[in-house]
T-cell receptor
Framework: DQQVKQNSPSLSVQEGRISILNCDYT??????FLWYKKYPAEGPTFLIS?????DKNEDGRFTVFLNKSAKHLSLHIVPSQPGDSAVYFC??????????FGTGTLLAVQP | SAVISQKPSRDICQRGTSLTIQCQVD?????MFWYRQQPGQSLTLIAT?????????ESGFVIDKFPISRPNLTFSTLTVSNMSPEDSSIYLC????????????FGPGTRLTVL
């Protein structure tokens, strides 16, 4: 039972354009959501999070949107840069502080 | 955030042997976790490392295979016991800092190859 899903295994975007990464979840008990970026041979790096009481959170080039009724969140990166090329994981958490991770989306930003 | 270190960064081990991975944090943390990322897969939680008591394991993971210690707030070890090639993975520790609820920060990972 995959509680957190990222249906796009890969995404290719031109430099300067917007990257949109999507994530769906099934458990309505999740009350916060996070996005991580992971380069090969490194641990995941925290990017941005959002509480379930909000529908948008912005930090520089990164914006996360949450649609609770659809159980869907997305990460927008604008403008995209070649250094953004990495695997992006969404994760969901609740009262236990444990995180459930999605399967990841490989983003390639083309110069 | 915090500086999280793991040792070793990588290792190649023989079948049937054991490897202990260390995780050290430079800040006070409330929670520490151990994850596994198998090749091409997502991150899977192995266990929550509890200070001074037995770790709490997720379904599919047992203490005999993955013994965990956490003698103080900033240090933990994970042992992968009686290894087989199926244990080849990246093993990651993560922490929740005392001042941030929910957000987990990850160490650089230990890449384990079992021959």
């Amino acid at each position: 039972d995959q509680q957190v899903k990222q249906n796009s295994p890969s995404l290719s975007v031109q430099e300067g354009r917007i990257s949109i990464l999507n994530c769906d979840y099934t458990n309505s008990m999740f009350d916060y959501f996070l996005w991580y970026k992971k380069y090969p041979a490194e641990g995941p790096t925290f990017l941005i999070s959002i509480s379930s009481i909000k529908d948008k959170n912005e930090d520089g080039r990164f914006t996360v949107f949450l649609n609770k009724s659809a159980k869907h969140l997305s990460l927008h990166i604008v403008p995209s840069q070649p250094g953004d090329s990495a695997v992006y994981f969404c994760a969901a958490g609740g009262a236990t502080n444990k995180l459930i991770f999605g399967t990841g989306t490989l983003l390639a930003v083309q110069p | 955030s915090a500086v999280i270190s793991q040792k070793p960064s990588r290792d190649i081990c023989q079948r049937g042997t054991s490897l202990t991975i260390q995780c050290q944090v430079d800040s006070q943390v409330t929670m520490m976790f151990w994850y596994r990322q198998q090749p091409g897969q997502s991150l899977t939680l192995i266990a929550t490392a509890n200070q001074g008591s037995e770790a709490t394991y997720e379904s599919g993971f047992v203490i005999d295979k993955f013994p965990i210690s956490r003698p103080n707030l900033t240090f933990s070890t994970l042992t992968v016991s009686n290894m087989s090639p199926e244990d080849s993975s990246i093993y990651l520790c993560s922490v929740v800092l005392a001042r941030t609820r929910g957000t987990q920060y990850f160490g650089p990972g230990t890449r384990l190859t079992v021959l």
